[in-house]
């Protein structure tokens, strides 16, 4: 409504981008597109997009034989976090933080690593939270664990991490992960 702005010198719109295909039944999608190389086990499927290759999804199908077998970030992993846009001149900087966990099998690919706040990457929501679930289910389970990271616009880093899982076939949980500027804390 302009008459609500009047007298406002200027006024910013932030819209934020969900980039990520949702199945017929409003469910997550992540499938490879032609062309993409074929990813590291568990990792099933994954897309990007963009000319720095952003990470648009990553879909893992996690048993107990991938648990504690995944690979660390390394300078290369690193680097590519820092052309994404990671925040590196506070006290507690972005991580380059796996999609799918090392713990869980998680690949160190540019695939599967975005920027990712420090505090929610090791904190209670995805580290201790949706990770630590999973990763207690797929000790006697078939878990599929899709991930999309959340952009505003054409920005490379994202703000949030949207996800599902699902337990032998059934879907269990779902929720979004928030990615802050840090050193802001996850909530």
Not at 160 to 185: C, H, K, W
Request: glycine share 10%.
């Amino acid at each position: 409504r302009l008459e609500m702005l009047k007298g406002v010198a200027s006024v910013s719109f932030v819209v934020v981008v969900l980039c990520s295909v949702f199945g017929a039944d409003g469910a997550l999608s992540c499938t490879n597109r032609p062309g993409f190389p074929k990813p590291k086990l568990p990792i099933t499927d994954y897309e990007r997009d963009g000319p720095d290759g952003r990470a648009l999804c990553v879909k893992a199908v996690i048993t107990q034989k991938y648990l504690d077998k995944g690979e660390a970030t390394d300078d290369k992993a690193r680097r590519y976090c820092i052309r994404m846009g990671a925040i590196k001149n506070v006290t507690n900087p972005d991580q380059a933080g796996h999609l799918i966990a090392k713990r869980l099998g998680g690949t160190k690919d540019t695939y599967n690593i975005v920027p990712q706040n420090g505090n929610c990457n090791k904190g209670r929501l995805w580290k201790s939270g949706v990770e630590k679930v999973i990763y207690n289910l797929a000790k006697s389970h078939t878990v599929t664990f899709i991930v999309k990271p959340v952009y505003s616009g054409s920005n490379n880093r994202p703000v949030a991490l949207q996800y599902e899982y699902y337990v032998d076939g059934t879907l269990s949980g779902a929720n979004t992960v928030p990615n802050p500027i840090p050193p802001a804390r996850c909530t």
